[in-house]
T-cell receptor
Framework: KAGVTQTPRYLIKTRGQQVTLSCSPI?????VSWYQQTPGQGLQFLFE???????NKGNFPGRFSGRQFSNSRSEMNVSTLELGDSALYLC?????????????FGPGTRLTVL | QKEVEQNSGPLSVPEGAIASLNCTYS??????FFWYRQYSGKSPELIMF????GDKEDGRFTAQLNKASQYVSLLIRDSQPSDSATYLC??????????FGSGTRLQVQP
């Protein structure tokens, strides 16, 4: 079974621009969660989508948004980029069968904001 | 107080020894606990999960959970140099929102 895929793998943007990152979950997984990883703050939860609906959101500003499509693929968008948005953005997919809470991460998108 | 706490390390053990990694959490309602391994420059890889009090073994790995003490640990037996990585403890705080510790860097000396 193929794992979680994320595109692009690397991205360089300048302050003020916006960016869209994409995530395809493991086949059959319907829940997609997004995380930000930085050296200073570690891994932090951004939001989680299931059946095209955002079910949970972390403590990030409204510049961070996302969506999920009917095929469970997800995108996240960051508008008006700031230097502090430079990070590894990770997507994780999860089955929602009863008792299954494990999340499997994709390779991540490394975003550099100049 | 951080919600999930880990000693940042590095924890250095000789090859073949048992590595013991510890994690405490603050939310008593937490139900699911995970250990991820992350190599430098790579994404986290799930290696163990535990939902009930007690021990859970998988190969060289054993996860231990004590909900009364709000404590999770990971034991790695017969440590190998390839086990050298950062180990992240994660707690599911609801709706698949994982809260991570800052990670413990493990170094296995050949």
């Amino acid at each position: 079974k193929a794992g979680v895929t994320q595109t692009p793998r690397y991205l360089i943007k300048t302050r003020g621009q916006q960016v869209t990152l994409s995530c395809s979950p493991i086949s059959g997984h319907r829940s997609v969660s997004w995380y930000q990883q930085t050296p200073g703050q570690g891994l932090q939860f951004l939001f989680e989508y299931f059946s095209e609906t955002q079910r949970n959101k972390g403590n990030f500003p409204g510049r961070f948004s996302g969506r999920q499509f009917s095929n469970s693929r997800s995108e996240m968008n960051v508008s008006t980029l700031e230097l502090g948005d430079s990070a590894l953005y990770l997507c994780a997919s999860s089955s929602v069968l009863a008792g299954e809470n494990e999340q499997f991460f994709g390779p991540g998108t490394r975003l550099t904001v100049l | 107080q951080k919600e999930v706490e880990q000693n940042s390390g590095p924890l250095s053990v000789p090859e073949g020894a048992i590595a013991s990694l510890n994690c405490t959490y603050s939310d008593r309602g937490s139900q699911s606990f995970f250990w991820y391994r992350q190599y430098s420059g790579k994404s986290p890889e799930l290696i163990m999960f535990i939902y009930s009090n007690g021990d859970k073994e998988d190969g060289r790995f054993t996860a231990q959970l004590n909900k009364a003490s709000q404590y999770v640990s990971l034991l790695i037996r017969d440590s190998q140099p390839s086990d050298s990585a950062t180990y992240l403890c994660a707690v599911n705080t609801g709706r698949r929102a994982l809260t991570f510790g800052s990670g413990t860097r493990l170094q296995v000396q050949p």
